[in-house]
């Protein structure tokens, strides 16, 4: 990774879910990715480090990656395809928890090839769909948020509603296993990979 980009990560909500916040060092622009929880501990760094939260990133729209977009001030972006599960908790899932999430409509939908300026970062959307139909990775400066696309060692689940394995296949192989092989994954859940220890060793793919 450039020293330009700073990553801290999170595990929140009662899934587990990988938070992100990333930062352009220089300028102190962050955005977080897919704050699922725990919002106090993820605003106290900002604080801390004296950061200026620029908007949320949502990789897709279940509700254990979305579950804290409502305590932050701050513009969010999801792909278009995913941008009705953030006020329903039954397309984002979070109904079958016997809780209810909602979340504040979206600001801006992405689509596959935007790239979003974070300071002098450039953020590169990847349409990475089969674990829901909006699902993206965010392609940074030699690291990519793969949220429930691809994890260490797996791929993201497709026997949910509007999962497709065939589709989250094509998705991996034909975007993210593209990039090059240095270039460390920052997943939805579970320990941190590279593209290419994944292509080597993911039981899927081997």
């Known amino acids: 990774m450039k020293e330009d980009l700073v990553v801290k990560g999170f595990v929140v909500g009662s899934l ?6 990333v930062a352009d060092k220089a300028s102190g622009e962050a955005c977080i990715i897919d704050p ?8 106290d760094y900002l604080r801390r480090n004296r950061m200026n939260l620029r908007f949320i990133i949502n990789t897709h729209g279940h509700g254990d990656h979305i579950a804290a977009n ?5 513009p969010i972006y999801i792909h278009s395809l995913d941008a009705d ?9 979070s109904k079958m928890f016997i809780f209810g999430i909602k979340s504040p409509k979206a600001s801006r939908l992405l689509e596959d090839g935007d790239v979003i300026k974070l300071g002098k970062l450039e953020l590169e959307i990847l349409h990475t769909p089969g674990h829901s139909p909006g699902s993206i990775s965010v392609h940074v400066d030699g690291a990519v948020f793969t949220g429930d696309a691809l994890f260490a060692g797996g791929i993201g689940r497709t026997d949910l509603p509007h999962g497709d394995m065939d589709l989250l ?6 975007k993210l296993f593209k990039l090059d092989d240095d270039i460390r994954i920052y997943p939805g859940h579970g320990p941190q990979s590279t593209i290419g220890e994944e292509k080597r060793s993911n039981p899927f793919f081997t």
Do not use: E, H, R, W
């Open 169 to 174: 296949m094509k998705s991996i192989t034909g």
């Open 70 to 74: 409502s305590q932050f001030s701050t």
């Open 85 to 93: 599960f953030l006020a329903d908790p039954a397309l984002n899932l």
């Open 36 to 43: 699922g929880g725990d919002p106090a501990k993820i605003k």
């Open 16 to 21: 587990g879910t990988n938070c992100y916040v």
